[in-house]
């Protein structure tokens, strides 16, 4: 017994440090950290996706960078790994998810640039229960990689269409502005 209790306490030490680490926002939990590629990414930030003029909680989103940063263009921009996760906190149709995204590009000018990308993005979306989560993830060299449901449906390459993606949350017209803020450090909420 004398040689089980201390490595009862180490255990719950370690489980106490790794869920203390953990941040949660919407009723949802995220982990402090990712690896990408043997790249170990930090939680940036989590906010809430809002939708129509009830502000309806539509997702729960988290960043994931190499090094903390509150700049949402040099983050959109920079050519590290990084990572967002959207856990749907309600059922959301394909179809709005592509309007969403169509109007993300639009917004910034730049659909018609993108529109084999976009395209294809928005036929890998699919509905979305309360629980699914979609993972979208940036790697210098490879593209963004899309999983949805944690089934990788593929990667589009090009580092310019990655930079639009992210600036659809980071960039000057966010979805809802608690999203953009709470994703950069600020208050999830």
């Keep these: 017994m004398k040689k089980i209790l201390?490595?009862?306490?180490?255990?719950?030490?370690?489980?106490?440090?790794?869920s203390a680490q953990a941040r949660r926002c919407g009723g949802v939990t995220y982990p402090a950290h990712v690896s990408v590629g043997g790249t170990?990414?930090?939680l940036n930030g989590l906010g809430i996706r809002e939708a129509t003029i009830f502000n309806v909680d539509v997702y729960v989103a988290a960043l994931y960078l190499e090094a903390a940063n509150?700049?949402?263009?040099?983050?959109s921009d920079?050519?590290?790994?990084?990572r967002l996760v959207l856990h749907f906190v309600r059922d959301v149709d394909g179809s709005d998810i592509q309007e969403a995204w169509s109007e993300g590009f639009q917004g910034q000018g730049r659909a018609s640039a993108f529109r084999?990308?976009?395209r294809r993005l928005n036929g890998w979306m699919s509905d979305m229960s309360?629980?699914?989560v979609m993972t979208f993830?940036?790697?210098?060299?490879?593209?963004?990689?899309?999983?949805?449901?944690?089934?990788?449906?593929g990667t589009i390459e090009g580092a310019d269409f990655a930079h639009a993606f992210f600036r659809i949350w980071l960039g000057?017209?966010?979805p809802n502005r608690g999203l953009k803020v709470g994703l950069l450090g600020g208050h999830c909420g």
């Design 70 to 75: 509150r700049d949402g263009n040099a983050v």
């Design 6 to 18: 201390p490595i009862l306490a180490a255990l719950a030490l370690v489980f106490t440090t790794t």
């Design 137 to 153: 993830t940036y790697e210098p060299g490879t593209g963004l990689t899309v999983s949805v449901r944690g089934r990788r449906k």
């Design 40 to 42: 170990q990414l930090t």
């Design 78 to 82: 920079s050519e590290t790994k990084k």
């Design 172 to 174: 000057a017209h966010p």
């Design 116 to 118: 084999a990308q976009i």
């Design 130 to 132: 309360e629980g699914d």
